[in-house]
Nanobody
Framework: EVQLQASGGGLVQAGGSLRLSCAVS????????IAWFRQAPGKEREGIAC????????VYSDSVKGRFTIASDNAKNTVDLQMNCLKPEDTAVYYCHAEGLKYDSGSPQDPKSYRYLEFWGQGTLVTVSS
C-alpha cells in the first residue's frame, strides 16, 4: 500500500523560505510521478510541481516557477519542495500526490495490462504573512 506523509508547513513572513517534505512508502511500480498540489481558502486545488520517478524530469506551474524546487531524496524516500521568496498568495494547504501505472496482468507490452493508481497524502498548512 502506498502511503504519503507530508510535513514542514508553518508560518513564515513574506520573502522567507520553507521546505516541505513528502515521505513516500510502498511506491514499488514504475511509470510513476510525485506531485505537490495546494488549495487556498475558497479556491480549487492546483498542481504546482511534479517530478517523474524514472528520470527526475520536473514540471512547475507558472505561479511557482523560479521560486520553488521539487527534488527526490532517494536515501530518505522523500520528495521535497523547497519554497523560496514566499508570497502571501502562497498561503494554502499543501498536499503531496502520487500516481502511476501498476502492472496488473497480461502482456507487459499491452497498455491494457496496467492499472492507473493515484494516492493523496494529508495536507500541511503553509501561511505566509505580509
Amino acid at each position: 500500500e502506498v502511503q504519503l506523509q507530508a510535513s514542514g508547513g508553518g508560518l513564515v513572513q513574506a520573502g522567507g523560505s520553507l521546505r516541505l517534505s513528502c515521505a513516500v512508502s510502498g511506491l514499488t511500480f514504475g511509470n510513476s510521478a510525485i506531485a505537490w498540489f495546494r488549495q487556498a481558502p475558497g479556491k480549487e486545488r492546483e498542481g504546482i510541481a511534479c517530478i517523474v520517478s524514472d528520470n527526475d524530469d520536473t514540471v512547475y506551474s507558472d505561479s511557482v516557477k523560479g521560486r520553488f524546487t521539487i527534488a527526490s531524496d532517494n536515501a530518505k524516500n522523500t520528495v521535497d519542495l523547497q519554497m523560496n521568496c514566499l508570497k502571501p498568495e502562497d498561503t494554502a494547504v499543501y498536499y503531496c500526490h502520487a500516481e502511476g501505472l501498476k502492472y496488473d496482468s497480461g502482456s507487459p507490452q499491452d497498455p491494457k495490462s496496467y492499472r492507473y493508481l493515484e494516492f493523496w497524502g494529508q495536507g500541511t498548512l503553509v501561511t505566509v504573512s505580509s
